[in-house]
């Protein structure tokens, strides 16, 4: 049986992008291979490891268990897109004070699972329980759970404060 | 990766969407897609084309009737939709509950209350909890007219509903329980968002301490999700007492057929059925009283 191939356009990290996709292709191949974002890591392919994770439209989502056809008009964020004029986003900048990681392959999904859970937010601090079940979909074979909890513990709180100071 | 090719559409209509599905006959919906798609990268299914239906609109509302006696959800809500939603929490905690379980946030974030109820495992999360609450199913068929079947006839067997040919879950419609009512929600799994082994949902209604209709749905113990019907009535009419909880999760152990996989065995299973099932009725029993 022959490929099917198929034109999308979607925005990635703020620019708008046209890609020829088989119709098999996971977003998560797309990003890589075809528009070079190798921030978003191949761990399991399944929906089990979170290596993957992007923002779409907003909501971090696995991008393995996405086709890359589906995202026609939406808007997808990588890791790449977090940073704005060369300076870290709060989130990436508390990963990297806290030192919540080791060989950094999960990082990514991490930070991802994270903005899309702080962003959620509304100004309210979370607990330390939830934090952990929003970050439940990620796995980190180092093991640098406790350092990933307070990196986003602290970034919830400065949002909070800064949300009430506003 | 996905190896075996297929096409892919993503109509604007149901009634379109209906029209693709019933012209192809290895068809297959794709809402979320965190089932489906997992399944074809294992190769376990023959698919030769896909019909999105995310372009269709209004198919993500979560709503109150117009009557106020039920809770209306499309089907392309997504779990993260219903979890978080206020009116869910507020008329049905039961269902946010549940929601709350499945996976994790990132297939929260994608997967759908529609898709999760269609592709009927039998140990779905939803599936039980949609039998326990007698909820009704809204179908749409290709000439543009519905119909409703009832959970009970929905759920058929393994990855078997009641859908024919060219028709779509379009939403769910879920009574929403009285005051008085106490519901629970329990499950087993290995680890944290880990496929459940044992899903069970109870929902109670009592009056001056009497049950006036209970409600065992259990899920993982057959080749569909069930309700355990004598367990059901033992309660009915009665002043319910602890051993009346133990003996209705006897019979619900007793009612089970699980079979072993890959983690753990048959006789395991049927033993966590009773343990389940019992918590599950004391905790409905002590919201009962909350509310």
């Given amino acids: 049986m022959m490929s099917n191939l198929l034109k999308v356009t979607f925005k990635v990290n703020g620019s708008s992008k046209t890609v020829e996709v088989d119709t098999r292709d996971s977003l998560l191949d797309v990003l890589r291979d075809s528009l070079n974002l190798t921030g978003p890591k191949k761990g399991c392919d399944e929906t089990v490891c979170g290596a993957c994770a992007v923002l779409v439209n907003g909501k971090a989502i696995c991008s393995c268990t996405m086709l890359a056809v589906e995202t026609e008009g939406l808007e997808v964020v990588t890791i790449e897109g977090l940073s704005e004029n060369n300076e870290l986003s709060p989130i990436q900048k508390a990963f990297w004070m806290h030192d919540s990681l080791q060989c950094g392959f999960c990082t990514s999904g991490q930070i991802i699972s994270s903005k899309s859970f702080l962003d959620g937010l509304d100004g309210r601090i979370p607990n330390e329980e939830e934090i952990k079940e929003a970050l439940s979909g990620n796995l980190c074979r180092c093991g640098a759970y406790n350092k990933i909890v307070e990196a986003v513990a602290e970034v919830a709180a400065i949002q909070t404060h800064k949300g009430k100071m506003n | ?291």
Avoid: W
Wanted: net charge neutral; aromatic share 4%; charged share 25%.
């Fill in chain 2, 1 to 291: 990766m996905i190896l075996k090719p297929f096409e892919y559409s993503s109509p604007h209509s149901l009634q379109e969407a209906c029209k693709i599905l019933e012209r192809h006959d290895d068809a297959k919906i794709l809402a979320g897609g965190q089932s489906l798609l997992p399944i074809m990268k294992l190769n376990l299914t023959e698919i030769t084309h896909l019909v999105d239906i995310k372009k269709i609109p209004n198919l993500s509302s979560i709503e109150v009737s117009n009557d106020q006696k039920s809770l209306i959800v499309g089907a392309l809500a997504t779990h993260a939709d219903v979890e978080r939603s206020d009116i869910v929490k507020k008329v049905l905690p039961l269902l946010a509950e549940t929601e709350s379980s499945i996976g994790h946030p990132l297939v929260r974030n994608r997967g759908t209350i529609g898709g999760s109820i269609s592709h009927c495992d039998p140990s779905g999360d939803l599936c039980v909890t949609s039998l326990a609450l007698d909820a009704s199913m809204t179908i749409a068929r290709s000439d543009n007219s519905r119909r409703v079947v009832s959970a009970k006839d929905f759920f058929q067997g393994t990855f078997t509903t009641a859908l024919k040919k060219g028709e779509i879950l379009e939403k769910i419609s879920f009574p929403i329980p009285p005051r008085g009512t106490g519901c629970a929600f329990e499950k087993l799994t290995l680890g944290h968002g880990d496929f459940p082994l044992i899903v069970v949902s109870v929902v109670l209604r009592m009056e001056n301490a009497k049950c006036v209709s209970a409600a065992i749905a259990i899920g993982g113990v057959s080749d569909r999700v069930i309700r355990v019907t004598r367990a059901e009535d033992l309660l009915k009419g009665k002043v319910v007492h602890a051993e009346d909880l133990e003996r209705a999760a006897t019979i619900a152990e007793e009612e089970s057929k699980p079979e072993a996989d890959i983690d753990v065995s048959a006789e395991y299973k049927k033993k966590m059925v009773k343990v389940f099932v019992q918590r599950a009725l004391e905790k409905a029993v002590e919201r009962s009283n909350e509310v």
